[in-house]
């Protein structure tokens, strides 16, 4: 097996405990070395099966393996972009830059932007992931809902900054107050990855 060919899974951009007391070491390591992993493993394993079925000439079921393929890569991808879209605490954090500018031209301050992504951060239903997207199509940040990993997704808004919220993400540390995690989180948004990514895109 060639291993270019599979995904595996990246080290954190900072140490387990960098970012405390957001997140504890054990949070941290637990969503990172059991779920995340869960997702890589997961893809790597129907990637195999699909190589093992061609080789073999035996049949797939791509009803179900469309769905498990995309849930378990998206999955890898956007921890990916979580982990490295959060950096150590900072008070007054805030956007700066080109992102800085797209979020006050769309939603007139960041105290708004905040505002409405809290809300559809805490408001996401079931397991997903609040995030914020760039419209090719008319150069307007909008937030939207993905649900678990892969459902809602838009080929013409690239991903700019994702916040997880599913349970996995904050029960270690905040149990059921989902609402206290997604204040929490406001302190640790790594906003010069995030400009770099809308940055790409200009
Ligand atoms: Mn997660």
Redo the contacts with the bound molecule.
């Keep these: 097996m060639d291993k270019n060919r599979l995904y595996s899974l990246p080290d954190l951009p900072y140490a387990y405990d960098a970012l405390k007391p957001v997140f504890s070491e054990e949070q941290l390591r637990l ?1 990172h070395d059991k ?2 992993a869960a997702y890589v493993n997961g893809a790597n394993a129907l990637l195999e099966s699909l190589d093992k079925a061609r080789k073999d000439n035996t049949d797939l079921d791509w009803g179900t393996l469309a769905k498990q393929l995309t849930y378990n890569t998206a999955g890898n991808r956007l ?1 990916s972009m ?1 982990w490295n879209n959060l950096s150590p605490p900072k008070t007054a954090n805030k956007p700066t830059a080109k992102i800085a500018e797209a979020i006050d031209g769309e939603f007139g301050s960041f105290d708004r932007f905040r505002k409405e992504f809290t809300q559809a951060a805490v408001k996401t239903e079931g397991s997903g992931w609040a995030v914020l997207t760039y419209c090719l199509d008319t150069g307007r940040p909008i937030i939207m809902q993905v649900e678990k990993h892969h459902v809602n997704v838009n080929p013409r808004r690239p991903v700019l900054m994702v916040l ?1 919220v ?1 349970e ?2 904050y029960y270690v540390d905040y149990k059921n107050d989902r609402a206290k995690y997604v204040e929490n989180f406001w302190n640790i948004v790594n906003w010069d990855e995030v400009n770099k990514r809308l940055e790409a895109l200009l």
């Design positions: 969503h779920h995340h921890h979580f997880d599913w996995h993400a």
